[in-house]
């Protein structure tokens, strides 16, 4: 995250919570109401061996900018987690996590007086762009800034207060995490560990638990313990950095050789927390828990600024008006804190309706000067055919910390002039230690409000699968802060969040017999699975289904191709962007793709299959040797883009959505042939833009980077498969043809035509190993952007798209033959590139892993 607003639902809630495991009830609700809440799984309702995934999006409403228009989009996120818990051993469990969240938008990086920027009438306030300049201001003598009528000149008081917006381009943070357990008759104990990584941002925690069963298990005693570790690296962004007043942070700011600003930080974070949970009797149980965190180190956030107001207390006063003058510092945030949260639950049967009642209170306080409460009910309803629809209210309050001001006022000059003892005019800059020791304007700092109903529906069907889907809509309200006081209206905002899941219980579903599974296993698949970069290789019997899992990452690194040559930077200068110039090229890009497939059979002769996706993509970029110097004067967009272009640019979210239906053709157990005809839905954005700088609009991202295709695509192929003894083989031919020549952004990514051929060999009766050739090529890009777009190296030329490549593929895959995990597959094939004939000038290519899951039942 290389801008200088980053996304708050980041910075001060998903880095500090999920990362540290803070089990406060106020972070607690924040991460609820700014993470995503339907992505995080109940424990007391998860499995003992459950797989899921769930999706969220999280959507930000417009602020109140008070009759001035922001250009600027809101705060967004996608989420993606997924999880897995299995048993090792009878008392051995494993659990592992994985998230990812991409979010974009605006979000507030300081509070002002809306006068502060200038003449309101003119649209030019802090709320409208992303400008941090130093600005004179105009006060009365009581200190209320004051504003002037352009037509009379006449002055009026103006104590409205309104958020300065700064929009940020696509960012990603990735989180991985275990627990390992061990379970006696009466007892537990866990160790668990994991990283979370971001542009900017990485922590690294572990944590202990145990519980202790007893009173014939109707009371049980839960104690955790756990430590993160933290580094902070956040670029200030090169738009806002000149006006960013980082004195009161020297000894971490490091400026590069190029001009640019890092903020550099470590913290730490202990947390403890023991519970009690007592089942009162068979209807109803009341459990408490207990925790406190000690949070040291850099605990500021490095995208939050103060607007401090200097008034120098000599001047005189004219016309009964005093002059000062602003800046933008970083906040400063005290470097230790120290929390303490009580949570409160009762759970209720109701028998007469066979539904459940759940009510929690949680109180959180720490020594910034913040006491919140947390009041929270759901009902659960069976709806008969195992549906279950769960209404949910929840009401948060808070105080405001103690450090909290919307902006400051200090009583001295921001640079002082006076003469010295020889009559020369001396320039005394303002002094950092008359300011507050501490200062935020971040507004989840503030005292306020927040009320949200929302409702959750999910419906379990046969062999242990459930599907959830729900939403969320929450109010943000100083007004609504527990016994008044809270934050002026100018901070009010509302959102929402929406949600799905697929879960699966594996001990619940209906394992095969050995043997009827190693039929099976031959009868459909003809040997071993195809390799896992292989997809559509086998049918299902009718009334079959299967659930699988497929990742896939691709990296491209190195030399700059044209054809199937290497291209230098001269020649990248003047000829890799049609007629214009080149200023950049990429150094690195990666893909990763998640994708479920979900199979069903309704009769022998057909099955029937749907592909989701979630994917994100990550581009660095370098600037090329002999590239001109760009005029901002002349063309400061593309001046604006280029400096973007040192930052590393991220998109991540859904992409596009796939069904297909698989016809069998021919089948004598020996050797199989059956055809695919597939839709492709342009589900995934395919117009990404990034974000705007100062008052130029940068326009679309790099087509490579869009996450769809942004039309309907025909995805046909034909796929034959044999076996002999230990031996298998296949080969398959496949294509995409656009169904549109242009997409809502104006491009059309080129068709595609692969062929493949592969065999495979059993190597024992759980592991066989495979070898597969690929030849694929793809033409170029159709049309172009139809709005706002930055040439500024091959990524933006729609020739440079596209081309031959041949690849050889080398695989293993893994089948449970028996024992508790019978029926999983796994599968491991590593592409790697033999040749490019490359359109245009492109990045070579790496290689690509793929790795499956699967699970027929």
């Known amino acids: 995250m290389a801008e200088v607003q980053l996304a708050e639902v980041v910075v001060a809630v998903i880095k500090v919570v999920t990362a540290s495991k803070d089990p406060s009830s106020l972070q607690k609700l924040t991460l609820a109401a700014l993470a995503l809440p339907g992505l995080l799984i109940n424990p007391a309702q998860a499995a003992d061996e459950e797989v899921s995934f769930q999706y969220g999006h999280y959507q930000e409403n417009n602020r109140n900018l008070y009759n001035q228009q922001s250009r600027f989009k809101p705060i967004e996120v996608d ?10 051993a009878e008392r051995i469990n494993l659990a592992f996590n994985y998230i990812q969240d991409t979010w974009g938008g605006a979000t507030p990086v300081t509070t002002a007086p809306l006068s502060f920027a200038g003449n309101r009438n003119e649209g030019i306030i802090a709320g409208a762009t992303p400008f941090l300049q130093n600005n004179s201001l105009l006060f009365d003598q009581h200190l209320n800034p004051l504003n002037q009528d352009p037509n009379t000149g006449a002055y009026s008081r103006d104590n409205q207060l309104v958020h300065t917006l700064s929009a940020a381009s696509p960012e990603t943070r990735k989180q991985g995490d275990f627990r390992l357990g061990y379970d006696w008759d009466e007892t537990a104990i866990g160790v668990a560990g994991g990283v979370s990584v971001e542009n900017d941002y990485e922590s690294r925690f572990g944590s202990l638990d145990g519980r202790w069963d007893f009173n014939q298990k109707r009371t049980s005693v839960n104690a955790g313990l756990s430590y993160t570790n933290s580094d902070t690296s956040a670029r200030m962004d090169h738009d806002s950095a000149p006006y960013i007043e980082t004195s009161t942070f020297n000894n971490q700011v490091e400026q590069l050789a190029d001009g640019v600003k890092i903020v550099n930080g470590k913290r730490q974070d202990w947390a403890s927390s023991i519970g009690l949970t007592q089942v009162l009797n068979k209807s109803a149980l009341l459990s408490a828990n207990l925790g406190y965190t000690r949070s040291t180190g850099y605990l500021s956030n490095p995208y939050k600024m103060v607007t401090v107001a200097f008034i120098d207390p000599d001047q005189t006063a004219v016309d009964g008006t005093l002059i000062g003058e602003s800046r933008a510092f970083l906040e400063k945030r005290p470097n230790e804190r120290n929390q303490w949260n009580v949570n409160l639950r009762y759970v209720q049967h109701i028998q007469a309706l066979d539904a459940a009642l759940h009510v929690d209170y949680r109180f ?22 195992d549906w279950i629809v769960t209404p949910r209210v929840r009401y948060y309050s808070q105080d405001a910390a103690d450090f909290y001001h919307p902006y400051l006022i200090s009583n001295q000059a921001a640079n002082k002039i006076s003469r010295d003892a020889n009559g020369q005019l001396v320039t005394t800059p303002y002094d950092p230690k008359l300011l507050p020791s501490n200062y935020s304007s971040d507004h989840r700092l503030s005292g306020f409000g927040a009320l949200s109903g929302g409702v959750t529906i999910s419906k379990k069907f046969a062999k242990g699968i459930s599907l959830e889907a729900g939403v969320e809509y929450y109010t943000h309200a100083g007004s609504l802060k527990l016994g008044g006081g809270g934050e002026n209206s100018y901070a009010d905002f509302n959102y929402y969040v929406v949600n799905g899941a697929l ?18 296993s031959h009868h459909h698949h003809h040997g071993a699975h195809a390799p896992a970069g292989v997809m559509f290789d086998h049918m299902l019997n009718a009334g079959e289904m299967m659930l699988g899992y497929r990742y896939m990452y691709a990296n491209q ?65 370098r600037p090329l040797d002999g590239a001109p110097i760009v005029d901002i004067l002349t063309n400061p967009s593309t001046d604006a883009a280029v400096k973007h272009a040192d930052h590393e640019h991220t998109t991540g979210g859904i992409g596009d959505t796939s069904f297909y239906a698989l016809f069998k053709v021919f089948d004598n157990n ?32 790099h087509y490579g980077m869009q996450l769809g295709s942004g039309t309907w695509d025909f995805k046909p192929s034909l796929t034959y498969t044999g076996h002999l003894a230990d031996w298998s083989w296949g080969a398959q ?15 059309a990514f080129g068709d595609i035509l692969q062929s493949t051929a592969w065999g495979s060999y059993q190597l024992t009766d759980w592991l066989a190993a495979s070898v597969r050739g690929v030849y694929t090529v793809q033409g170029r890009l159709k049309n172009q952007y139809n709005n706002t777009y930055n040439k500024i190296g091959p990524m933006d030329n729609p020739a440079s798209y596209g081309g031959r490549f041949w690849d050889v593929g080398f695989g293993l895959n893994v089948s449970v033959p028996s024992g508790s995990l019978q029926g999983n597959q796994l599968s491991f094939e590593w592409l790697q590139p033999v040749s490019d004939d490359v359109n245009g000038a492109q990045l070579e290519r790496e290689g690509a892993l793929s790795a499956t899951w699967s699970y027929g039942f």
């Not at 200023?583 to 592909?611: C, G, K, Q």
């Not at 031919?733 to 809502?744: A, K, P």
């Open 79 to 88: 989420s993606l987690h997924g999880t897995g818990k299995i048993k090792l």
């Open 364 to 385: 959180f306080s720490d020594d910034w000067g913040i006491n919140a409460h947390t009041f929270e009910a759901d009902w659960a309803q069976p709806l008969g055919h």
């Open 503 to 520: 879960k699966v219980d594996l001990a619940a579903l209906s394992l095969p017999q050995a043997g009827d599974h190693a039929s099976h």
């Open 557 to 621: 690194a190195g030399n700059m191709l044209q054809g199937t040559n290497t291209i230098g930077d001269e020649r990248l200068v003047n000829q890799a962007c049609d007629t214009g110039t080149c200023y950049v090229t990429p150094n690195d890009m990666s893909m990763h793709m998640h994708m479920l497939d979900l199979m069903y059979a309704p009769t022998d002769w057909l099955t029937l299959m749907l592909m989701p996706q979630f994917m994100d993509m990550h581009m660095t970029m």
């Open 670 to 701: 020996l050797h199989h042939v059956h055809a695919t005809l597939g839709l492709s839905a342009p589900t995934g954005d395919a117009g990404i833009k990034l974000r705007d700088s100062h008052r130029q609009e940068l326009g679309y991202i």
């Open 733 to 747: 031919i496949s294509g995409t043809s656009r169904l549109s020549q242009i997409s809502s952004s104006g491009f």
